[in-house]
């Protein structure tokens, strides 16, 4: 294998793999995933409720918020 090389976690272990193949390879899990929660949620008749920009801005927002008031660990 030349260039650059990816270490991908699998279900067998540890791969090193070309570029390509680990995009492809990242990328397939990806799809698996979510595949697999979409099916959990047609299965449990879960609706989807599709959230607007107001509704990410807030919630953004408020992670900042409560962020920069947690007291400092020590």
Do not use: K, W
Not at 21 to 41: G, K, P
């Amino acid at each position: 294998m030349s260039g650059n090389r990816a270490c991908i976690l699998g279900g067998g272990g540890i791969h090193i793999v070309g570029d390509a193949e680990a995009i492809t390879n990242t990328a397939a899990a990806t799809v698996r995933e979510m595949a697999a929660l979409f099916c959990d949620a047609l299965r449990s008749g879960v609706e989807y409720a599709d959230p607007d920009i107001a509704s990410n801005e807030e919630r953004y927002r408020q992670r900042v918020l409560n962020t920069l008031t947690r007291p400092p660990d020590h």
